[in-house]
């Protein structure tokens, strides 16, 4: 059983490490983002953290519509492999046709990555306007307006940079998102000082000027692995931009598989969102550190991404080639490897607890020491709540290898607002427990998601392995 484990632990590595790397280099950006809010001040990191809470809302949204890209692509270059076994012509019809159908997948994924991104930069800036309405102080308001209309634009790209990714991914080939997010990060710093203080002759943005800068690393991201992948050998000839040739069919196949995940997506994301916005009704300072932490967990929960992408991509390609017992062994090795790190990341914030928050909140002012006090008290909570966090994500990405997308958020409905959300809501307020018991409440609401994500996994691989067996016999 060891054995097994460290096998397999080795081929999920394979693809899953460079998504995990990619992840923490993308979450990076975000995090130098909060820090450079930080050093504007309480107030400034408040309404920063309210604004990237609401575009990252949209933002996992509209991934969600294309993250079934990366399973569909995965399925079709296995049937190409299973082609190769063919002999004579066969082999070369069954390969051209699987090459043409990836091929088709890009193109519906860019015309459906094109929609929800215009969409979604609308709504932001309409959400905006509306934050007035949600009990959060006027200034913070003020400032997070702002930063919604600079974030606004840089939502496309990052839309086609997702949709690029997820081919990229799906043909275990995603070695350029790395290089290009470790240079994304250079350059929003960099773009980030200039705008904030005004140099080179620029106009100084403040705040305003982080999301301006944000915009503009997505676009240039995007263009660098367009280019990349285009340049390689084996994508380049798949790689097609001219969604408005797209196959009616594809895209609403794709818009089929994604509502479901962008809704999972959007429910996970609402629910951070609205915890959000009860923790800014206790004032600035707790607002503030609901943002640090939450922006600890989202470091940690990369690696919950990694693995959830690699092993639903792993369970699309054995299932296609007919290895359902591999699909199986596939959760315990994701699992065994999520709870491994988080264990290590848990200790980190329970020993070192001033460390960690250091980057984002300094000592010296009122505001700021309650803020460190409160953000201390939550990375308890925070050590606990990451493995459920993890193996949530992972029962998503473990489901949707199945093509089975709509339990997903059948689940989430239950978990995060059946009874995390009124959990978070009875602990916070009625208890008297404040932005702790948002948390706890949180903790509560993944615990039951992961339950009930996992268990459906395996019972639907059961059923799929006897479906497939039938169908063998017959």
């Known amino acids: 059983m060891p054995t097994t484990l460290l096998r397999d632990s080795?081929?999920?590595?394979t693809l899953a490490v460079p998504l995990i790397l990619t992840q923490l280099a993308q979450v990076a950006l975000t995090t130098t983002d909060t820090v450079m809010m930080g050093l504007l001040g309480t107030r400034e990191l408040a309404a920063g953290g309210l604004a990237v809470v609401i575009f990252n809302q949209l933002r996992t949204m509209g991934v969600g519509l294309v993250t079934s890209v990366g399973n569909l692509v995965a399925a079709a270059a296995a049937r190409t492999e299973k082609a190769a076994a063919t002999a004579g012509n066969d082999r070369e019809v069954a390969s051209r046709e699987a090459r043409e159908e990836v091929r088709g997948i890009v193109r519906a994924s860019m015309a459906v990555a094109t929609l929800a991104g215009l969409a979604g930069a609308v709504l932001m800036v309409l959400i905006g306007q509306a934050l007035t309405w949600l009990g959060q102080d006027a200034a913070v308001v003020d400032r997070a307006r702002t930063m919604l209309t600079a974030l606004a634009p840089g939502l496309l790209p990052c839309l086609w940079f997702q949709a690029i990714r997820q081919f990229t991914v799906g043909m275990r080939r995603p070695q350029a998102l790395l290089?290009?997010?470790?240079?994304?990060?250079?350059v929003n710093a960099g773009l980030n000082w200039v705008l904030i203080h005004g140099s080179f002759g620029l106009p100084r943005l403040g705040l305003t000027g982080i999301g301006v800068a944000t915009s503009s690393v997505y676009f240039l991201s995007f263009l660098a692995l367009y280019a990349a992948a285009r340049r390689d050998s084996e994508l380049g000839s798949l790689l097609t931009l001219n969604f408005t040739k797209s196959d009616p069919a594809t895209v609403k196949r794709l818009i089929g598989l994604g509502i479901p995940i962008a809704a999972t997506y959007g429910s996970?994301?609402?629910?951070?969102?609205?915890?959000?916005?009860?923790?800014g009704s206790f004032g600035p300072a707790a607002l503030a550190a609901h943002t640090a932490v939450n922006q600890l967990v989202y470091i940690a929960f990369q690696v919950a991404v990694g693995l959830s992408h690699a092993a639903s991509i792993n369970v699309s390609r054995e299932l296609a080639l007919g290895r359902h017992e591999d699909a199986r062994r596939i959760k315990n090795t994701a699992l065994s490897c999520a709870a491994a790190v988080m264990s290590v990341v848990g200790a980190v914030y329970l020993i070192l607890p001033q460390l960690v928050l250091e980057p984002f909140l300094d000592s010296g002012s009122a505001d700021s020491d309650r803020a460190l006090t409160i953000a201390t008290q939550l990375l308890v909570v925070t050590a606990f709540l990451q493995f459920f966090d993890c193996a949530q994500n992972i029962g998503v990405g473990l489901l949707r290898g199945l093509d089975d997308t709509r339990s997903g958020f059948r689940i989430t409905l239950i978990g995060y607002w059946a009874v995390g959300l009124p959990a978070s809501w009875l602990l916070a307020y009625p208890l008297g427990l404040d932005t702790p018991g948002i948390w706890l409440g949180l903790l509560t609401g993944l615990a039951t998601t992961?339950?009930?994500?996992l268990r459906r996994y395996s019972d639907s691989l059961s059923t799929h392995a006897r479906h497939g067996r039938a169908v063998a016999e017959a």
Not at 10 to 13: D, G, I, N, T, W
Not at 179 to 186: D, E, G, L, N, Q
Not at 268 to 279: Q, R
């Open 450 to 453: 992961a339950v009930l994500l």
């Open 10 to 13: 080795r081929a999920l590595a």
């Open 179 to 186: 290089r290009i997010t470790v240079a994304s990060i250079a």
């Open 268 to 279: 996970e994301a609402g629910f951070f969102s609205i915890t959000a916005l009860m923790a």
